[in-house]
């Protein structure tokens, strides 16, 4: 009897290798549009889900700044990521595929990017900020910091631009007097304190126009490396979509400031990084 056990243990040896039983491990990286701390408040949650309803071992992982991000990217350190539309357009795609997008909390055609000032100054539009200073969360940010430059460039708008670390930061130097305006993402506004939005108020949103003609709002990726095993990559697509079909999916995405996730394809950001080239070359 012992001698049969052993057989039939060593013939599953043979047939399921030790690495097919093991659990996929995917290191998932966040664009640091807030820092890490916040992040991983926000994420980690979100992120344990996807691990149960996938089965999938999944790290959360992000970055201090953009750039560094990016560059991380760029290397492919990720197995899948929730990347900046820029980022994914100008770095990514060629070694990432996007498999889904957020829905903001408002209407689909919700605004991506905004810009807000102090809610006792008397700024009322964007023209009244002329000559002021400007925060933005990084030079590459598309909804915060490019949408918002672009547009004041193609108007003739003079600024003066100073870049932080992240969102909340950009807000917190306008509420702190250092700024008297600041460029935020608008899922990074929704999930603010409520502390923060009292005392806010949006001057300006990011609205296709003429003036901005092909620089539509595009939402953040999410996106998953091009060599994993197809099989992990259905396991982590359908887990993020079942985010959309239970209270606590439902829950844990208002948590961001999204109403629910959509399928997508990397041709929705097709062509943005050539868009945006002039307005990334400012420092």
Partial sequence: ???????????????????????????????????????????????????????????????????????????????????DPYAFSSLSKDNYSAFAKPLNLDKEADHLGIIVVRKDTPFQTIDDLAGKVFSFPNTESFSASVLPRFHMQATQTPYKAMFTRSGISSALSVLRGFSDAAGLEVSVYNSMPYAFKQNLRIVWTSTPSDLCRGMKNHPFVFAIKKSLPIEVKDKLAKAVMSMNET????????????????????????????????????K
């Avoid at 998932?28 to 807030?34: L, N, V, Y």
């Avoid at 344990?48 to 700044?65: K, P, R, V, W």
């Fill in 1 to 83: 009897m012992k001698k049969t056990i052993i057989k039939f243990a060593f013939l599953i040896a043979l047939i399921c290798p030790l690495e097919a039983l093991a659990v996929e491990k995917i290191i998932f990286s966040i664009s640091p549009q807030r820092n890490v701390s916040e992040l991983a408040k926000l994420w980690i949650p979100i992120l344990n889900e996807i691990q149960n309803q996938s089965g999938l071992e999944i790290t959360f992982t992000t970055a201090t700044d953009a750039k560094t991000f990016n560059k991380r990217l760029k290397r492919t350190e990720a197995d899948a990521a929730f990347i």
């Fill in 247 to 282: 209270p606590k999916g439902k829950r844990l995405l208002k948590s961001l400031g999204f109403k629910e996730i959509q399928v997508a394809t990397n041709s929705e950001w097709a062509g943005l990084s050539n868009l945006a080239t002039r307005v990334l070359i400012e």
